[in-house]
């Protein structure tokens, strides 16, 4: 028994060493990482670092997701895992010597070995003198961000992935099978590389050319890059949906069994929210006096009892107390009256309501509102908001009509409703690229005559050539007139041609200025895009971007590789919700270019340091046949909007075509206590001039889309001579022509 207690006294203070020692080399590494970034950034003051996204641990002979792995030094599990063991050099010997640490030795590949281990046996593995790194075979041909840079969080690379597809990949222990949508570029267009490529995938959505659209789990990400026939795999690019000029950022929407939706939005921040009252309807499980007792102290007043319900007064930040009384079933806002109906003043502005005076209110006309979302729209049916007969079409593949509670399309839908009270309405959604090709060629069958779609794209060539301004392209001359928001960001945009007089490969934005500082308060999302002129598929002019936080300790990376390869796009991307208020610091770095290029940055929320406003159209608002709005307040400051995206088009075309109201009444909006009932934006403006095209086409059916443009465009009140400029087009849409 002595011989036991001091066995055990000894493995206790052996344990405690091994912990001291592994601390101090972390703590070591950690300062040495530290002292490197303040030296690479010229500063000598550690002491004010925020705590980074994610804590990042670096050793030069592991990867961060074998460290990662590491258990703690005391009751971590034996979990098993594979790794690659790099040894200094081929020797039968070494891996004789490595056979006792191992699980099993998997295979051998001249200096490599790839072994089943336990985890707690990593870092007695990385301290054998004859290994000299170790790794995760999970990743075999990433290469992670030097071992001198610390990031936000790792960022890999991979010749065949976009960044986007790499951060998907499960880890090598308990990686969930999660779906996921891709694109997968084939070396070729060939049915036989698609019949094997659907042993790899849940499903094959769609396939265009050499592009097929699927569905897949992470875990097989891998090998579907793997295959000989695949170059190049990434994930769909999305639109930007334009949202209300007033507001600066989006709401989060969250779920509860026991709360409607418009109690969860009225739920205060856990921290500094104010006490704000509110009237509620608490339903309970059955009728109880004593329950009623019960409700009281969580109440200010309790104003009437209906039977099982009860009708009260309370301070918001009590709402999830109440819901989780075990009496209590459900909480909701009381049902209101429906107030008058609402209408857009810019049915007045653009004299639209001359054309109802004459019965002129897009009878026989049918108008499709493509958007990301119709969330309430049965509502707005049921208020008269929305005619009550109207075709629904999702192409989302969750098959979800509202967009995951997006209002945005419902409005615009109710802005065209009130211009063109008898048009019969279409309302589509999609979410990615594919989705609306896919959309587009269906309301192309359905025979619509006027397509509104206010959102567009963050990237691209913005000269007409993109894709999706194509598809536009392709919709005109199938006789459809389409409607454009031009976009809400002037004021959200910078370009320029690279400029590096000091030759460090890093891009002046201004003068010596090789930042562009964008301040984010912390919780806010910051999201920047970046694209610059170069082949879309096959790009080869290499640059990157990072973005510091303010603390400039700290950054996080985007660089897809652009070398070529069939998939290679000339773009980057960051987002991230912001840790701490303060200005963030982007960068552009040319990593492997034979030329200067042009680049265009856009954010989706925030206003960079330098302001671009020429050329600032969103894509899709490029397109060569579309007929792009900009957005006019005509109800109170008769100016064009600040934020109402301007023209030319990377080609030199004028946009926007014209500018059209906004800031109107809008019913749809009213639901939401964060927002007034004003619907605002480019995104409002462009539904008006789509109702516009409507009563045109409503009292002569036989006007071409071009027609109806220069009918529009000529028509159009001036604003800003001479015409077309680059601000407000022709100038503000005016119907009185069409009244005689």
């Not at 066995?7 to 490197?36: H, Q, R």
């Not at 499960?170 to 084939?186: A, D, F, N, R, S």
């Not at 959604?429 to 025979?447: G, K, M, P, S, T």
Request: charged share 20%.
């Amino acid at each position: 028994m002595k011989s036991e207690s001091v066995w055990k006294v000894l493995t206790i203070l052996v344990v405690l060493l091994v912990v001291a020692i592994v601390a101090g080399a972390v703590n070591m590494l950690s300062n040495s990482a530290d002292d490197e970034v303040d030296k690479a950034l010229g500063s000598d003051d550690t002491s004010s670092a925020n705590t980074p996204f994610i804590p990042v641990y670096k050793y030069s002979k592991m990867s961060p997701e074998v460290i990662m792995s590491i258990p703690p030094p005391i009751g971590g599990p034996l979990t098993p895992m594979i790794v690659k063991i790099y040894l200094i050099d081929e020797d039968p010997a070494y891996v004789a010597e490595l056979k006792p640490y191992v699980i099993e030795i998997l295979n051998v590949k001249g200096d490599i070995v790839r072994a089943e281990i336990y985890t707690n046996r990593i870092t007695d593995i990385a301290g054998l003198e004859f290994v000299s790194y170790v790794d995760v075979p999970l990743y075999p041909y990433l290469d992670p961000v030097s071992a001198n840079e610390d990031s936000f969080t790792p960022v890999y690379k991979h010749p065949k992935m976009s960044p986007e597809v790499i951060r998907n990949i499960p880890p090598p222990i308990g990686g969930l099978q999660t779906p996921m949508i891709v694109k997968i570029y084939l070396i070729e267009e060939d049915p036989a590389y698609v019949e094997e490529l659907k042993h790899c995938v849940i499903e094959i959505l769609n396939v265009k050319g050499d592009v097929v659209r699927a569905k897949i789990y992470t875990n097989r990400i891998l090998d579907i890059s793997g295959l000989e026939f695949v170059s190049y795999v990434d994930t769909p690019l999305y639109p930007h949906i334009e949202v209300n000029a007033t507001e600066d950022s989006f709401t989060p929407v969250y779920k509860h069994p026991k709360m409607s939706p418009e109690m969860i939005r009225n739920i205060p921040p856990p921290i500094g929210g104010p006490l704000t009252p509110m009237i509620v309807k608490i339903y309970m499980i059955e009728e109880d006096p004593a329950n009623i007792e019960e409700l009281a102290p969580y109440v200010i007043e309790i104003l009437n009892v209906d039977g099982d319900v009860a009708r009260a007064k309370i301070y918001t930040n009590r709402i999830t107390d109440i819901a989780g009384l075990d009496f209590v079933s459900y909480v909701d806002t009381p049902l209101h009256p429906y107030l008058d109906e609402i209408v857009s003043e810019g049915v007045e502005c653009m004299h639209a309501d001359e054309l109802h005076e004459i019965n002129v209110t897009g009878k026989d006309v049918k108008v499709a509102v493509l958007d990301l979302g119709f969330e309430g729209y049965e509502e707005l049916q049921e208020s008269g908001e929305l005619p009550k007969n109207m075709t629904t079409r999702c192409f989302r593949t969750d098959g979800g009509i509202t967009g995951g509670g997006e209002i945005h399309g419902s409005a615009c839908a109710e802005v065209i409703h009130d211009v063109a009270p008898d048009a019969e309405l279409f309302l589509v959604n999609y979410f990615d690229v594919f989705e609306f090709d896919d959309a587009v060629d269906w309301l192309i069958e359905q025979n619509v005559d006027v397509i509104s779609h206010s959102a567009g794209m963050l990237v691209g060539l913005f000269d007409g050539t993109d894709s999706w301004d194509k598809k536009i392209d392709e919709a005109v001359e199938n006789g459809v007139v389409w409607v454009n928001s031009a976009g809400n960001h002037a004021e959200k945009h910078w370009e320029g041609w690279f400029y590096d007089p000091e030759g460090n490969g890093y891009h002046n934005f201004n003068g010596d200025d090789e930042n562009l500082s964008f301040f984010v308060e912390k919780g806010y999302y910051l999201q920047i895009c970046l694209s610059w002129d170069d082949a879309w598929r096959n790009a080869t002019q290499d640059y990157d971007m990072e973005v510091f936080d303010p603390t400039l300790q700290y950054r996080m990376v985007s660089d897809r590789y652009q070398i070529g390869n069939r998939g290679d796009i000339p773009i980057e991307m960051i987002g991230f919700y912001a840790p701490s208020t303060g200005h963030y610091l982007l960068k552009v770095h040319r990593t492997n270019a034979t030329r200067d290029v042009h680049f265009e940055i856009y954010t989706a929320y925030n206003s960079p340091e330098y302001i671009i406003q020429n050329s600032s159209l969103c894509g899709c608002g490029t397109a060569n046949k579309s007929l792009t709005v900009g957005a006019f307040n005509c109800t109170s400051s008769w100016e064009v909007k600040s934020y109402s995206s301007r023209g030319p088009t990377n080609d030199g075309r004028a946009k926007p075509d014209v500018v059209a109201p906004t800031d109107v009444s809008n019913y749809a909006y009213l639901s939401l206590p964060e927002r007034s009932r004003l619907f605002g934006g480019t995104s409002a403006a462009a539904p008006h001039v789509a109702g516009a095209a409507a009563l045109l086409l409503s009292k002569n059916s036989s006007i071409t889309p071009d027609g109806i443009k220069k009918l529009l465009n000529g028509n159009a009140m001036p604003i800003s001579p001479p015409t077309p400029s680059n601000v407000t087009g022709y100038g503000l849409i005016n119907l009185t022509f069409a009244t005689v």
